[in-house]
């Protein structure tokens, strides 16, 4: 394609999208706003820090509004070509429609990747900060992310399980704690103390007012001792075993992985974190799907702007909730979490095809 021709094409996205990406935020911004402000008039904190909780807001809107407004871009910019004759001309120009197609998907493309950027690097941190004012500031909520854990049992090394009444990974605090060390699956040693405190500088978990007790052969007697303070266990530092309430909005890819890892090796089950990882890769895809179902629309369907906006909404929020549907029935386990995260995306991308096809593009 004369590289011309596609720049022109290509021009006409970028102003429909950075308008549609301005409206949609503001429409989220002003959803959240109303829907958020009894708890502001419930609580003591000035406007401000209500302001500050939207404001960190913005860079997640702008993930989730993305595909919308690459939607709504290519309904503006292909609308605008074959109203005004250019889509005709074109194809009488000996340019198949396809082509003429390109440069929307390539744009597209740049769209998925600027989406994937965002939501790997700045909005999860801000997510995060608006998190802790609307939880910690708005509503009280000191452990809103659930650091402390009440009766709870993992594994902390090889050969080593650790059972505690309260674990409060915050602050590096076990209280009520009991340690079972394995030797070639042998019980060797156990710790039963009344508390353990992670010491930064030393880098071990100190255990206090408790009993040591060291297991011999089969048949041996155990040995035990009181003690007043006791680190002579390797365990994992309070990072490596906090697992606090997962924010999906408030982690990157990076941190969904780390978490996998951290969970494998306590022993538990990393399902939805799995559907959450293949989710945030489907993601800045849906900026390519949703502009080859732009594609379909124009073409199957003649549309006014107003009609575009509309159908821009109606697709955009059809397809976000296809996408949580698919993650809640990947946690749920009713599919596997590859198609949870990807099986929304396939789909419209298959329609897309189809009416591609019946419109004769191919």
């Not at 049992?153 to 080593?160: I, K, M, P, Q, Y």
Request: charged share 20%; net charge positive; aromatic share 14%.
């Amino acid at each position: 394609m004369n590289k011309v021709f596609f720049r022109y094409i290509a021009k006409n996205f970028w102003g429909p999208f950075f308008f549609g990406l301005g409206i949609f935020i503001a429409l989220m911004l002003f959803g959240s706003f109303f829907d958020r402000m009894s708890f502001f008039m419930k609580s003591s904190s000035g406007f401000d820090v209500f302001i500050r909780h939207l404001v960190y807001q913005l860079p997640y809107f702008a993930v989730k509004m993305m595909p919308m407004a690459t939607l709504l871009a290519v309904l503006f910019a292909l609308g605008a070509m074959i109203a005004g004759g250019e889509w005709k001309a074109g194809m009488a120009g000996g340019w198949r429609p396809i082509e003429m197609a390109a440069p929307l998907i390539f744009c597209s493309v740049l769209t998925a990747l600027l989406q994937f950027a965002v939501q790997e690097t700045v909005a999860p941190a801000f997510f995060m900060r608006s998190e802790y004012v609307f939880e910690g500031k708005l509503r009280g909520r000191g452990d809103w992310q659930r650091r402390v854990k009440r009766n709870v049992s993992f594994s902390a090394g090889d050969e080593v399980f650790v059972t505690a009444h309260i674990f409060d990974g915050g602050a590096g605090v076990m209280e009520r704690v009991l340690v079972n060390i394995y030797k070639g699956g042998e019980l060797s040693t156990e710790i039963n103390a009344e508390k353990a405190v992670w010491d930064g500088a030393l880098r071990k978990w100190a255990f206090y007012d408790g009993v040591l007790i060291k297991y011999g052969a089969y048949g041996e007697k155990p040995v035990s001792s009181d003690f007043k303070v006791f680190s002579g266990v390797a365990l994992k530092r309070p990072g490596d075993l906090a697992l606090e309430r997962l924010v999906p909005d408030g982690v990157a890819m990076r941190d969904v992985l780390t978490r996998i890892k951290k969970l494998r090796a306590i022993g538990s089950p990393v399902v939805s974190e799995t559907v959450l990882l293949y989710s945030k890769v489907a993601g800045p895809l849906a900026n390519i799907v949703l502009a080859i179902m732009g594609l379909t629309l124009v073409l199957l369907v003649r549309m006014s702007r107003i009609l575009s906006f509309g159908a821009a909404l109606a697709t955009g929020f059809l397809f976000w909730t296809f996408m949580i549907m698919g993650q809640s029935a990947g946690e749920a386990e009713l599919v596997p979490p590859l198609a949870a995260g990807f099986g929304p995306a396939l789909i419209f991308l298959a329609l897309s095809f189809l009416g591609l096809r019946k419109a004769k593009v191919f």
